[in-house]
Protein backbone atom coordinates (compact mmCIF):
# COMPACT_ATOMS: atom_id res chain seq x y z
CA UNK A 1 0.00 0.00 0.00
CA UNK A 2 1.19 3.40 -0.57
CA UNK A 3 3.17 4.47 2.29
CA UNK A 4 2.11 7.93 3.24
CA UNK A 5 -1.57 6.50 2.77
CA UNK A 6 -0.77 3.65 5.27
CA UNK A 7 1.06 6.04 7.82
CA UNK A 8 -2.40 8.18 7.60
CA UNK A 9 -4.41 5.06 8.15
CA UNK A 10 -1.73 4.08 11.37
CA UNK A 11 -1.95 7.74 13.19
CA UNK A 12 -5.75 8.08 12.86
CA UNK A 13 -6.34 5.00 14.39
CA UNK A 14 -3.40 5.75 16.97
CA UNK A 15 -5.34 9.04 17.53
CA UNK A 16 -8.98 7.29 18.18
CA UNK A 17 -8.16 4.48 20.75
CA UNK A 18 -10.84 4.69 23.72
CA UNK A 19 -10.74 3.35 27.07
CA UNK A 20 -14.00 2.60 29.14
CA UNK A 21 -14.37 1.65 32.61
CA UNK A 22 -17.06 -0.31 33.22
CA UNK A 23 -17.82 -2.48 37.05
CA UNK A 24 -16.49 -5.20 35.37
CA UNK A 25 -13.15 -3.80 34.82
CA UNK A 26 -11.49 -1.43 31.98
CA UNK A 27 -11.92 -2.13 28.54
CA UNK A 28 -9.74 -0.75 25.42
CA UNK A 29 -10.71 -0.08 21.81
CA UNK A 30 -12.55 1.94 19.44
CA UNK A 31 -16.19 3.50 19.20
CA UNK A 32 -17.98 2.34 15.75
CA UNK A 33 -18.16 6.08 15.32
CA UNK A 34 -14.87 6.94 16.38
CA UNK A 35 -14.67 10.50 16.97
CA UNK A 36 -18.23 10.79 17.82
CA UNK A 37 -19.20 12.34 21.23
CA UNK A 38 -22.47 10.01 21.37
CA UNK A 39 -20.83 6.64 21.72
CA UNK A 40 -19.26 6.04 25.32
CA UNK A 41 -18.94 2.54 24.88
CA UNK A 42 -15.91 0.38 23.12
CA UNK A 43 -17.52 -1.12 20.21
CA UNK A 44 -16.61 -5.18 19.63
CA UNK A 45 -17.41 -4.82 15.62
CA UNK A 46 -15.06 -1.51 15.60
CA UNK A 47 -12.17 -2.94 17.57
CA UNK A 48 -12.03 -6.22 15.72
CA UNK A 49 -12.15 -4.84 12.60
CA UNK A 50 -9.31 -2.33 13.43
CA UNK A 51 -7.19 -5.17 14.75
CA UNK A 52 -7.98 -7.28 11.46
CA UNK A 53 -6.55 -4.05 10.05
CA UNK A 54 -3.49 -3.89 11.48
CA UNK A 55 -2.58 -7.28 10.32
CA UNK A 56 -4.24 -7.54 6.77
CA UNK A 57 -2.62 -4.16 5.72
CA UNK A 58 0.51 -4.55 7.46
CA UNK A 59 -0.08 -0.89 8.98
CA UNK A 60 2.90 -0.48 11.46
CA UNK A 61 1.44 1.25 14.52
CA UNK A 62 2.89 2.63 17.62
CA UNK A 63 0.70 1.62 20.09
CA UNK A 64 0.68 -1.91 22.12
CA UNK A 65 -2.48 -3.97 20.99
CA UNK A 66 -2.74 -6.48 23.93
CA UNK A 67 -4.40 -3.88 25.84
CA UNK A 68 -7.05 -4.08 22.60
CA UNK A 69 -6.82 -8.22 22.73
CA UNK A 70 -7.57 -8.80 26.13
CA UNK A 71 -10.52 -6.46 26.11
CA UNK A 72 -12.01 -8.80 23.26
CA UNK A 73 -11.15 -11.60 25.83
CA UNK A 74 -13.33 -10.03 28.72
CA UNK A 75 -15.65 -8.54 26.63
CA UNK A 76 -16.79 -12.51 25.01
CA UNK A 77 -19.86 -14.02 27.12
CA UNK A 78 -20.56 -17.18 28.31
CA UNK A 79 -22.73 -18.63 25.67
CA UNK A 80 -19.10 -18.38 23.52
CA UNK A 81 -20.35 -15.24 21.24
CA UNK A 82 -19.44 -11.31 21.39
CA UNK A 83 -22.24 -8.46 21.93
CA UNK A 84 -22.09 -5.32 19.43
CA UNK A 85 -20.83 -3.36 22.75
CA UNK A 86 -19.86 -3.69 26.10
CA UNK A 87 -23.02 -2.73 27.66
CA UNK A 88 -25.38 -4.70 25.34
CA UNK A 89 -26.02 -8.73 26.11
CA UNK A 90 -26.92 -10.35 23.61
CA UNK A 91 -24.55 -12.35 21.45
CA UNK A 92 -24.84 -11.50 17.82
CA UNK A 93 -23.41 -12.83 14.70
CA UNK A 94 -21.26 -10.01 12.98
CA UNK A 95 -19.55 -9.15 16.34
CA UNK A 96 -18.66 -12.91 16.92
CA UNK A 97 -17.57 -13.61 14.00
CA UNK A 98 -15.67 -10.56 13.55
CA UNK A 99 -13.53 -11.35 17.61
CA UNK A 100 -13.10 -14.60 16.14
CA UNK A 101 -11.04 -13.62 13.52
CA UNK A 102 -9.27 -10.40 15.56
CA UNK A 103 -8.41 -13.23 17.94
CA UNK A 104 -6.96 -15.66 15.31
CA UNK A 105 -4.60 -13.27 13.41
CA UNK A 106 -3.49 -12.19 16.58
CA UNK A 107 -3.09 -15.22 18.61
CA UNK A 108 0.77 -15.36 18.71
CA UNK A 109 0.22 -13.08 21.51
CA UNK A 110 -2.40 -14.58 23.49
CA UNK A 111 -1.54 -18.39 23.48
CA UNK A 112 -3.96 -20.74 24.59
CA UNK A 113 -6.38 -18.62 25.55
CA UNK A 114 -6.77 -17.54 22.20
CA UNK A 115 -7.76 -20.52 20.88
CA UNK A 116 -9.70 -21.71 24.17
CA UNK A 117 -11.85 -17.99 23.14
CA UNK A 118 -11.73 -19.23 19.66
CA UNK A 119 -13.47 -22.23 19.91
CA UNK A 120 -16.45 -21.02 22.03
CA UNK A 121 -16.57 -18.18 19.64
CA UNK A 122 -16.92 -20.75 16.45
CA UNK A 123 -19.25 -23.15 18.46
CA UNK A 124 -21.63 -20.13 18.97
CA UNK A 125 -21.52 -19.37 15.48
CA UNK A 126 -21.66 -23.30 14.60
CA UNK A 127 -25.06 -23.65 17.13
CA UNK A 128 -26.97 -20.31 15.88
CA UNK A 129 -27.56 -21.13 11.86
CA UNK A 130 -30.90 -21.78 10.39
CA UNK A 131 -31.49 -24.59 8.67
CA UNK A 132 -29.61 -24.03 5.59
CA UNK A 133 -26.70 -23.01 7.47
CA UNK A 134 -27.14 -19.33 7.29
CA UNK A 135 -27.37 -16.60 9.77
CA UNK A 136 -29.51 -14.28 11.29
CA UNK A 137 -28.35 -10.88 13.03
CA UNK A 138 -29.38 -11.47 16.84
CA UNK A 139 -31.95 -14.47 17.49
CA UNK A 140 -30.29 -17.40 17.79
CA UNK A 141 -32.18 -19.40 14.72
CA UNK A 142 -34.15 -16.74 11.64
CA UNK A 143 -36.26 -18.84 9.64
CA UNK A 144 -34.66 -16.41 6.67
CA UNK A 145 -30.95 -16.39 6.82
CA UNK A 146 -29.70 -12.48 6.13
CA UNK A 147 -27.46 -12.34 3.66
CA UNK A 148 -24.83 -9.94 5.22
CA UNK A 149 -24.54 -11.71 8.25
CA UNK A 150 -24.23 -15.01 6.87
CA UNK A 151 -21.20 -13.49 4.59
CA UNK A 152 -19.74 -12.46 7.66
CA UNK A 153 -20.01 -15.78 9.46
CA UNK A 154 -18.75 -17.93 6.18
CA UNK A 155 -15.73 -15.50 5.72
CA UNK A 156 -14.73 -15.96 9.51
CA UNK A 157 -15.15 -19.91 9.06
CA UNK A 158 -13.08 -19.79 5.88
CA UNK A 159 -10.51 -17.76 7.47
CA UNK A 160 -10.26 -20.32 10.30
CA UNK A 161 -9.55 -23.36 8.44
CA UNK A 162 -7.25 -21.81 6.17
CA UNK A 163 -4.92 -20.31 9.11
CA UNK A 164 -2.15 -22.70 9.71
CA UNK A 165 -0.98 -21.12 12.67
CA UNK A 166 -3.34 -22.69 15.35
CA UNK A 167 -4.88 -26.06 16.08
CA UNK A 168 -8.26 -26.49 16.77
CA UNK A 169 -9.76 -29.54 17.67
CA UNK A 170 -10.75 -32.25 15.21
CA UNK A 171 -14.35 -32.76 15.36
CA UNK A 172 -15.11 -28.60 15.32
CA UNK A 173 -12.79 -28.28 12.46
CA UNK A 174 -14.86 -31.06 10.58
CA UNK A 175 -17.83 -29.17 11.33
CA UNK A 176 -16.84 -25.91 10.38
CA UNK A 177 -15.48 -27.16 6.72
CA UNK A 178 -19.55 -29.01 6.17
CA UNK A 179 -21.34 -25.58 7.30
CA UNK A 180 -18.67 -23.84 5.19
CA UNK A 181 -19.60 -25.43 2.13
CA UNK A 182 -23.19 -25.90 2.89
CA UNK A 183 -23.58 -22.12 3.73
CA UNK A 184 -21.94 -21.18 0.55
CA UNK A 185 -24.11 -22.96 -1.95
CA UNK A 186 -27.39 -21.48 0.32
CA UNK A 187 -25.89 -18.19 -0.62
CA UNK A 188 -25.96 -19.51 -4.12
CA UNK A 189 -29.50 -20.29 -4.31
CA UNK A 190 -30.84 -16.92 -2.34
CA UNK A 191 -29.52 -15.68 -6.13
CA UNK A 192 -32.59 -13.76 -7.37
CA UNK A 193 -31.89 -13.93 -11.40
CA UNK A 194 -34.78 -10.32 -11.57
CA UNK A 195 -34.25 -8.63 -14.98
CA UNK A 196 -33.78 -5.40 -13.51
CA UNK A 197 -31.41 -5.96 -10.68
CA UNK A 198 -30.22 -9.31 -10.21
CA UNK A 199 -28.17 -10.23 -7.19
CA UNK A 200 -28.50 -10.62 -3.68
CA UNK A 201 -30.93 -9.11 -1.44
CA UNK A 202 -30.54 -8.70 3.40
CA UNK A 203 -33.05 -11.92 3.17
CA UNK A 204 -33.17 -15.23 1.32
CA UNK A 205 -35.65 -13.60 -0.52
CA UNK A 206 -35.86 -10.45 -0.20
CA UNK A 207 -35.52 -7.30 -2.67
CA UNK A 208 -32.20 -7.40 -4.20
CA UNK A 209 -29.82 -4.70 -3.58
CA UNK A 210 -26.38 -3.55 -4.89
CA UNK A 211 -24.68 -3.77 -1.45
CA UNK A 212 -25.60 -7.16 -0.91
CA UNK A 213 -24.70 -8.43 -4.59
CA UNK A 214 -21.50 -6.79 -4.65
CA UNK A 215 -20.81 -7.96 -0.90
CA UNK A 216 -21.50 -11.84 -1.77
CA UNK A 217 -19.84 -11.51 -4.76
CA UNK A 218 -16.52 -10.91 -2.65
CA UNK A 219 -17.71 -12.81 -0.63
CA UNK A 220 -17.99 -16.17 -1.99
CA UNK A 221 -15.10 -15.39 -4.73
CA UNK A 222 -12.77 -14.76 -1.75
CA UNK A 223 -13.47 -18.14 -0.46
CA UNK A 224 -13.25 -20.05 -3.62
CA UNK A 225 -12.58 -18.60 -6.94
CA UNK A 226 -14.26 -21.46 -8.50
CA UNK A 227 -17.58 -19.69 -8.31
CA UNK A 228 -16.93 -17.62 -10.62
CA UNK A 229 -17.60 -20.36 -13.28
CA UNK A 230 -21.11 -20.15 -10.84
CA UNK A 231 -24.37 -18.68 -13.16
CA UNK A 232 -25.24 -16.28 -10.26
CA UNK A 233 -21.45 -14.73 -10.04
CA UNK A 234 -21.37 -14.58 -13.51
CA UNK A 235 -24.88 -12.97 -13.88
CA UNK A 236 -24.67 -10.40 -11.18
CA UNK A 237 -20.91 -9.56 -12.03
CA UNK A 238 -22.33 -8.55 -15.44
CA UNK A 239 -25.28 -6.65 -13.89
CA UNK A 240 -22.72 -4.59 -11.70
CA UNK A 241 -20.50 -3.98 -14.90
CA UNK A 242 -23.22 -2.87 -16.77
CA UNK A 243 -24.30 -0.59 -13.64
CA UNK A 244 -20.75 0.97 -13.73
CA UNK A 245 -21.01 1.53 -17.80
CA UNK A 246 -24.05 3.22 -16.75
CA UNK A 247 -23.90 5.37 -14.05
CA UNK A 248 -21.15 7.01 -11.99
CA UNK A 249 -19.94 5.73 -8.43
CA UNK A 250 -20.48 8.94 -6.97
CA UNK A 251 -24.02 8.47 -6.43
CA UNK A 252 -25.00 5.14 -6.43
CA UNK A 253 -28.73 6.38 -4.79
CA UNK A 254 -30.44 5.81 -8.13
CA UNK A 255 -34.17 5.68 -8.33
CA UNK A 256 -34.61 2.36 -10.31
CA UNK A 257 -32.15 0.82 -8.42
CA UNK A 258 -31.79 -0.45 -4.62
CA UNK A 259 -28.25 0.12 -3.40
CA UNK A 260 -28.94 -1.09 0.36
CA UNK A 261 -26.98 1.50 2.02
CA UNK A 262 -28.84 1.40 4.99
CA UNK A 263 -30.35 -1.96 6.19
CA UNK A 264 -32.58 -2.08 9.34
CA UNK A 265 -33.40 -4.84 11.49
CA UNK A 266 -35.77 -4.46 13.94
CA UNK A 267 -36.21 -7.29 16.73
CA UNK A 268 -38.73 -6.38 19.66
CA UNK A 269 -36.33 -3.54 21.20
CA UNK A 270 -33.40 -4.15 19.68
CA UNK A 271 -32.88 -1.73 16.70
CA UNK A 272 -29.58 -2.31 14.77
CA UNK A 273 -28.65 0.27 11.83
CA UNK A 274 -26.10 -0.76 9.18
CA UNK A 275 -24.54 1.07 6.80
CA UNK A 276 -22.54 -0.22 4.33
CA UNK A 277 -19.81 0.80 1.63
CA UNK A 278 -21.81 0.37 -1.62
CA UNK A 279 -19.38 2.46 -3.46
CA UNK A 280 -16.82 0.50 -2.26
CA UNK A 281 -17.78 -3.17 -2.27
CA UNK A 282 -18.72 -2.63 -5.82
CA UNK A 283 -15.68 -2.00 -6.86
CA UNK A 284 -14.61 -4.92 -4.85
CA UNK A 285 -16.59 -7.14 -6.57
CA UNK A 286 -15.15 -5.88 -10.05
CA UNK A 287 -11.97 -6.33 -9.15
CA UNK A 288 -12.51 -10.02 -7.90
CA UNK A 289 -14.84 -10.80 -10.45
CA UNK A 290 -14.10 -8.89 -13.51
CA UNK A 291 -11.07 -6.67 -13.25
CA UNK A 292 -9.85 -6.44 -17.13
CA UNK A 293 -13.18 -5.19 -18.51
CA UNK A 294 -13.50 -2.63 -15.51
CA UNK A 295 -9.93 -2.04 -15.16
CA UNK A 296 -10.57 1.93 -16.29
CA UNK A 297 -13.33 2.17 -13.30
CA UNK A 298 -11.69 0.07 -10.97
CA UNK A 299 -7.93 2.31 -11.57
CA UNK A 300 -9.88 5.54 -11.38
CA UNK A 301 -11.77 4.85 -7.73
CA UNK A 302 -8.40 2.84 -6.35
CA UNK A 303 -6.55 5.91 -6.68
CA UNK A 304 -8.89 8.28 -5.76
CA UNK A 305 -9.15 6.47 -2.44
CA UNK A 306 -5.13 6.00 -1.88
CA UNK A 307 -4.44 9.43 -2.99
CA UNK A 308 -7.26 11.42 -1.45
CA UNK A 309 -6.34 14.74 0.05
CA UNK A 310 -8.78 14.63 3.02
CA UNK A 311 -10.00 12.26 5.45
CA UNK A 312 -13.63 12.51 4.34
CA UNK A 313 -13.95 9.33 2.67
CA UNK A 314 -13.65 7.05 5.84
CA UNK A 315 -16.96 9.13 7.00
CA UNK A 316 -20.51 8.63 7.52
CA UNK A 317 -22.85 11.41 8.42
CA UNK A 318 -19.60 13.70 9.64
CA UNK A 319 -18.29 11.22 11.63
CA UNK A 320 -15.57 8.84 10.88
CA UNK A 321 -16.51 5.73 10.99
CA UNK A 322 -14.07 2.09 11.94
CA UNK A 323 -16.15 0.20 9.67
CA UNK A 324 -16.09 2.78 6.53
CA UNK A 325 -12.37 2.70 7.45
CA UNK A 326 -12.04 -0.88 7.13
CA UNK A 327 -13.76 -1.18 3.98
CA UNK A 328 -12.12 1.39 2.48
CA UNK A 329 -8.52 0.67 3.49
CA UNK A 330 -8.83 -3.02 2.63
CA UNK A 331 -9.97 -2.37 -1.04
CA UNK A 332 -6.77 -0.52 -1.43
CA UNK A 333 -4.54 -3.19 -0.31
CA UNK A 334 -6.70 -5.41 -2.29
CA UNK A 335 -5.89 -3.61 -5.10
CA UNK A 336 -2.47 -2.99 -4.64
CA UNK A 337 -2.02 -7.10 -4.33
CA UNK A 338 -4.04 -7.46 -7.35
CA UNK A 339 -2.80 -4.83 -9.14
CA UNK A 340 0.37 -3.67 -7.72
CA UNK A 341 2.74 -4.29 -10.70
CA UNK A 342 1.03 -1.60 -12.74
CA UNK A 343 0.41 0.55 -9.99
CA UNK A 344 3.49 1.07 -8.65
CA UNK A 345 5.98 -0.98 -10.51
CA UNK A 346 6.20 1.35 -13.86
CA UNK A 347 6.13 4.25 -11.78
CA UNK A 348 9.55 6.54 -13.00
CA UNK A 349 11.45 8.07 -10.38
CA UNK A 350 12.21 11.53 -11.03
CA UNK A 351 14.00 14.05 -8.42
CA UNK A 352 12.62 17.22 -9.09
CA UNK A 353 9.05 17.92 -10.74
CA UNK A 354 7.78 21.24 -11.86
CA UNK A 355 4.11 22.57 -11.93
CA UNK A 356 3.03 25.67 -13.60
CA UNK A 357 0.37 27.50 -15.80
CA UNK A 358 1.13 27.72 -19.69
CA UNK A 359 1.80 31.32 -19.21
CA UNK A 360 4.84 30.69 -17.76
CA UNK A 361 6.37 28.04 -19.85
CA UNK A 362 9.20 30.36 -20.95
CA UNK A 363 10.63 30.69 -17.64
CA UNK A 364 9.66 27.08 -16.66
CA UNK A 365 11.69 25.85 -19.81
CA UNK A 366 15.01 27.75 -18.73
CA UNK A 367 15.17 26.71 -15.51
CA UNK A 368 13.97 23.04 -16.92
CA UNK A 369 16.73 22.35 -19.20
CA UNK A 370 19.39 24.21 -16.79
CA UNK A 371 18.85 21.75 -13.84
CA UNK A 372 18.56 18.75 -16.63
CA UNK A 373 22.59 19.89 -16.90
CA UNK A 374 22.99 19.50 -13.45
CA UNK A 375 21.04 15.85 -13.36
CA UNK A 376 19.52 13.76 -16.16
CA UNK A 377 16.05 15.06 -17.97
CA UNK A 378 14.96 11.50 -17.03
CA UNK A 379 15.08 13.14 -13.50
CA UNK A 380 13.17 15.83 -14.09
CA UNK A 381 9.33 15.78 -14.21
CA UNK A 382 8.97 18.70 -17.15
CA UNK A 383 6.20 17.59 -19.73
CA UNK A 384 8.92 18.15 -22.58
CA UNK A 385 10.63 15.87 -21.71
CA UNK A 386 8.73 13.32 -21.32
CA UNK A 387 5.96 13.51 -24.30
CA UNK A 388 6.32 9.87 -25.39
CA UNK A 389 5.49 8.88 -21.93
CA UNK A 390 2.98 11.50 -21.42
CA UNK A 391 0.60 10.39 -24.67
CA UNK A 392 -1.75 8.04 -22.44
CA UNK A 393 -5.19 7.44 -21.74
CA UNK A 394 -6.37 8.53 -17.94
CA UNK A 395 -2.86 11.18 -17.78
CA UNK A 396 -4.46 12.91 -14.73
CA UNK A 397 -4.60 9.81 -12.74
CA UNK A 398 -0.91 8.79 -13.97
CA UNK A 399 0.44 12.82 -13.38
CA UNK A 400 -0.86 12.58 -9.40
CA UNK A 401 0.77 9.31 -8.85
CA UNK A 402 4.01 10.88 -10.19
CA UNK A 403 3.67 14.24 -8.29
CA UNK A 404 2.27 12.72 -5.32
CA UNK A 405 4.76 9.33 -5.08
CA UNK A 406 7.38 9.46 -7.54
CA UNK A 407 8.76 12.59 -6.95
CA UNK A 408 11.65 13.79 -4.36
CA UNK A 409 10.87 17.91 -4.40
CA UNK A 410 7.94 19.74 -6.46
CA UNK A 411 8.57 23.28 -7.15
CA UNK A 412 5.58 25.55 -7.30
CA UNK A 413 5.24 27.86 -10.34
CA UNK A 414 2.50 30.23 -8.85
CA UNK A 415 1.03 32.69 -11.03
CA UNK A 416 -2.51 34.62 -11.55
CA UNK A 417 -3.49 31.72 -14.32
CA UNK A 418 -2.58 28.65 -12.06
CA UNK A 419 -5.39 27.93 -10.08
CA UNK A 420 -7.43 28.67 -12.97
CA UNK A 421 -5.92 25.36 -15.41
CA UNK A 422 -7.29 22.06 -14.97
CA UNK A 423 -3.90 20.38 -15.43
CA UNK A 424 -2.54 22.66 -12.73
CA UNK A 425 -5.96 21.61 -10.18
CA UNK A 426 -5.04 18.02 -11.07
CA UNK A 427 -1.14 18.31 -10.34
CA UNK A 428 -2.46 20.29 -7.05
CA UNK A 429 -4.73 18.13 -5.38
CA UNK A 430 -1.50 15.75 -4.72
CA UNK A 431 0.53 18.88 -3.58
CA UNK A 432 -2.33 19.62 -1.78
CA UNK A 433 -2.54 15.95 -0.09
CA UNK A 434 1.24 15.91 0.79
CA UNK A 435 0.83 19.38 2.62
CA UNK A 436 -2.15 17.94 4.68
CA UNK A 437 0.31 15.23 5.85
CA UNK A 438 2.73 17.97 7.26
CA UNK A 439 5.41 16.98 3.95
CA UNK A 440 6.42 20.44 3.86
CA UNK A 441 9.91 19.76 2.59
CA UNK A 442 8.48 18.64 -0.36
CA UNK A 443 7.42 21.44 -1.65
CA UNK A 444 9.25 24.83 -3.02
CA UNK A 445 7.39 27.72 -4.36
CA UNK A 446 8.54 30.30 -6.94
CA UNK A 447 6.81 33.27 -7.60
CA UNK A 448 6.21 34.27 -10.85
CA UNK A 449 2.93 36.80 -10.95
CA UNK A 450 4.01 40.73 -10.91
CA UNK A 451 0.89 40.41 -8.42
CA UNK A 452 0.55 40.41 -4.60
CA UNK A 453 0.91 36.63 -4.01
CA UNK A 454 -1.97 37.18 -1.31
CA UNK A 455 -4.61 37.65 -3.55
CA UNK A 456 -3.87 34.01 -5.10
CA UNK A 457 -6.83 31.73 -4.45
CA UNK A 458 -5.30 28.31 -4.14
CA UNK A 459 -6.41 26.09 -1.56
CA UNK A 460 -3.76 25.24 1.28
CA UNK A 461 -1.89 28.34 -0.21
CA UNK A 462 -1.60 31.25 2.28
CA UNK A 463 1.09 34.11 0.73
CA UNK A 464 0.90 35.93 3.60
CA UNK A 465 2.50 32.97 5.69
CA UNK A 466 4.39 30.27 2.96
CA UNK A 467 7.35 31.42 1.70
CA UNK A 468 8.62 31.47 -1.76
CA UNK A 469 11.31 32.73 -4.08
CA UNK A 470 10.48 35.48 -6.13
CA UNK A 471 10.84 35.34 -10.17
CA UNK A 472 10.48 38.40 -10.73
CA UNK A 473 13.83 38.82 -8.91
CA UNK A 474 15.85 36.16 -9.96
CA UNK A 475 17.14 35.08 -13.13
CA UNK A 476 16.19 32.04 -14.18
CA UNK A 477 19.94 30.95 -13.65
CA UNK A 478 19.80 31.90 -9.92
CA UNK A 479 16.15 30.04 -9.28
CA UNK A 480 17.73 27.06 -10.47
CA UNK A 481 20.57 27.38 -8.33
CA UNK A 482 18.01 27.85 -5.49
CA UNK A 483 16.14 24.62 -6.36
CA UNK A 484 19.21 22.69 -6.57
CA UNK A 485 20.05 23.93 -3.27
CA UNK A 486 16.61 23.39 -2.12
CA UNK A 487 17.00 19.48 -3.75
CA UNK A 488 20.47 18.78 -1.57
CA UNK A 489 19.06 19.78 1.34
CA UNK A 490 15.88 17.30 1.73
CA UNK A 491 18.24 14.99 -0.58
CA UNK A 492 20.98 15.04 2.80
CA UNK A 493 18.12 14.79 5.09
CA UNK A 494 16.88 12.08 3.87
CA UNK A 495 20.07 10.14 4.25
CA UNK A 496 21.21 11.69 7.45
CA UNK A 497 17.38 11.11 8.89
CA UNK A 498 17.04 14.33 10.25
CA UNK A 499 13.88 16.39 10.15
CA UNK A 500 13.54 19.86 8.56
CA UNK A 501 10.82 21.93 10.35
Same mark, same amino acid.
Given at each position: ? &???????????????????K??????????????????????I???? +???? @???????????????????????????????????????????????? +???????????????????K?? /???? &? &????????????????? =?????? %?????????????S???????? *??????????? %??????????????? !??????? =????????????????????E????????????? @????????????????QF???????????????????????? $????L???? *???? *??????K?????? %????????????I??W??????SL %? #???????????? =???????????????? *??????????????????? $?L????????????? @?????????????? @??????C???? +?????????????? $????F??????????????I????L???????? !?????????? +????E??I?????? /? #??S????S??
Open positions: M &NEQYAQACSAYIAEYIKQETSKGTYFGWYHYIDSPHFHTVGVATA +QVLI @LIKDCALDVTFNCIPMLQSLLDMQNSDGGWSYRSNILNSATEPTALAV +QALLVWSELLGEKAVVAIEGV /SWLL &N &NTNSVCLWGPIKKREKF =GYVYFS %CVALRCLHRLLNYQITIKTSL *RSKVKATLNQG %CNSLLSAFNNSDMQC !GWGPTEN =GQVTLFHTAYTIVTLLDIDLYAKKHPIIKSLAF @LSDYVDRYSLENTNISYDGMNEIYQNKKNRLVYTHSVDVY $IVSALCGD *REKN *RSIITECKLYIN %CAERTDWRYQGFTCRLYDIV %C #HRYINLMGVEAT =GNMQHFKIALTFAGES *RDLVEQIAFTLANKFDKEE $IYDGFHEATFARPQ @LDVYLQKLYHDCSE @LIVVFLDQYS +QKRWCGIEWRAIRD $ILNNNYEKIMYIKVSKENDDLTPGFYGSQD !GYIDANTHTP +QQISLIERYNQI /S #HTVSGAIQ
